[in-house]
């Protein structure tokens, strides 16, 4: 079955501190991996995409990788800021030639003054 | 450009009542996909409409049902509701349908059924 899995469930850190969510899946065939950031009762806002040959991408302060081999990914946050409180979905894309994407379960974050 | 927008944000209806939501896309993009996000089961795919034509359904029973019209306008109708349908129902669009379209979301509305 294909399965998205995020660890931790949730996570407390004090502002200006680093911190590194993990995202492991199964799904097959794979398409690309994205990381998601959501606001409470906001939708998802896209943080980055990546493809199969794609290790490592950046959006300011967010860096997500991937190791295609062990099919683990992981976005770090650097300098965390209080507008860094959220849930972090990562979303694997089956590669179907449609839309279809696999949720994982989200990582609740909050940053603390 | 005016970002993905949904109508009504907030929602409270009553069991057995329908119910039809609406989402309008980001202009030029022509594939609209809805989900359903609950605290306990997250965010689940509904269906994916591209070209007015129902390209990809999720493991929804036939309550839920959608369509798309000729400007790329998407409704989603929920009928007879249950109380496991309070949730918060997202639609996102993208320029296409495929795997390395990106999608952008909607705020989401807020239904609740008592």
């Known amino acids: 079955k294909n399965q998205v899995e995020q660890s931790p469930q949730s996570l407390i850190i004090l502002e200006g501190k680093n911190c590194t969510l993990q995202?492991?899946?199964?799904?097959?065939?794979?398409?690309?991996l994205r990381w998601y950031k959501q606001d409470t009762g906001r939708g998802p806002v896209s943080l980055t995409i990546?493809?199969?040959?794609?290790n490592t991408k950046s959006n300011g302060r967010y860096t997500a990788t991937l190791d295609a081999d062990t099919k683990q990914s992981s976005l770090h946050i650097t300098a965390s800021q209080l507008s860094d409180s959220a849930s972090y979905i990562c979303?694997?894309?089956?590669?179907?030639?449609?839309?279809?994407?696999?949720f994982g379960t989200g990582t609740r974050l909050l940053v603390s003054p | 450009k005016a970002g993905v927008t949904q109508t009504p944000r907030y929602l409270i209806k009553t069991r057995g009542q329908q119910v039809t939501l609406s989402c309008s896309p980001i202009?030029?993009?022509?594939?609209v996909s809805w989900y359903q996000q609950t605290p306990g089961q997250g965010l689940q795919f509904l269906f994916e409409?591209?070209?007015?034509?129902?390209?990809n359904k999720g493991n929804f029973p036939g309550r839920f049902s959608g369509r798309q019209f000729s400007n790329s306008r998407s409704e989603m109708n929920v009928s007879t509701l249950e109380l496991g349908d309070s949730a918060l129902y997202l639609c996102?669009?993208?320029?296409?349908?495929?795997?390395?379209?990106?999608?952008?979301f909607g705020p989401g509305t807020r239904l609740t059924v008592l």
């Open positions: 990546m493809t199969f040959s794609e």
């Open positions: 996102a669009s993208s320029l296409a349908s495929g795997d390395y379209n990106e999608q952008f």
């Open positions: 979303v694997v894309v089956e590669n179907t030639g449609f839309q279809k994407l696999v």
């Open positions: 995202c492991n899946y199964t799904v097959s065939p794979f398409s690309n």
């Open positions: 202009s030029g993009h022509r594939s």
């Open positions: 409409y591209f070209s007015e034509t129902q390209r």
